[in-house]
């Protein structure tokens, strides 16, 4: 009996400690994706739109999962630096440009965060000190 209560009492502690990690992270997740829609309605959405559904031929939407997937890490670099190499989203070819942001890695993170969790995507949490590392390999 004795045994079983120290048992219960171990796993209780083991399971609040992850929760409460668990919580730590997704409320850090949503404060930057508050802040990062702020910043995404100031800089981005003009050409973007409020549902990431892009400007016709004009500008890409962000809606397109595959594409944000597998382009997580050059997220800080083009919004940083800009872009005009075409790229191809929801199977269609877009070759506009978009202009660079002089952002702070904290802001990149943020608005990374809002658009990597809103329209439909759900990639959690993305740190400064990933932007920081992403921002080194920019080409
Ligand atoms: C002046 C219009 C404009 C603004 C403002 C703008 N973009 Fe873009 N964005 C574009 C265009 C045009 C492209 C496609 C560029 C190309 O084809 O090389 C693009 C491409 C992208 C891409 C890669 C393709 C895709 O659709 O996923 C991402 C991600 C992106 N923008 C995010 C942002 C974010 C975040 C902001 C705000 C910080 C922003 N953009 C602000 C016009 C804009």
Redesign the pocket.
């Known amino acids: 009996m004795r045994k079983f209560i120290l048992i219960s009492l171990v796993s209780l502690t083991l399971i609040s400690m992850f929760y409460s990690c668990q919580t730590a992270e997704t409320v850090q997740k949503d404060a930057y994706y508050v802040n990062g829609r702020d ?2 309605i100031k ?2 959405q ?3 739109g409020a549902k990431g559904e ?1 400007l016709g031929a ?5 809606t ?1 999962s595959v ?2 997937k597998a382009n997580k890490e050059k ?1 800080a670099c ?2 940083k630096n800009g ?5 191809t ?1 929801h199977g269609q070819v ?6 660079e ?1 002089n952002l702070a890695n904290i802001d990149l993170a943020q ?1 990374i965060v809002y ?1 990597t969790n809103a329209f439909g995507h759900q990639q959690g949490m993305y740190t400064n000190q990933q932007v920081e590392n992403d921002l080194k390999n920019c080409k």
């Open positions: 910043l995404y800089h981005c003009n050409c973007h892009g004009l500008t890409p939407p962000l397109d594409f944000m997220l083009i919004i872009l005009s190499a075409p790229v989203v877009y070759e506009g440009k978009m202009p942001f608005v658009i």
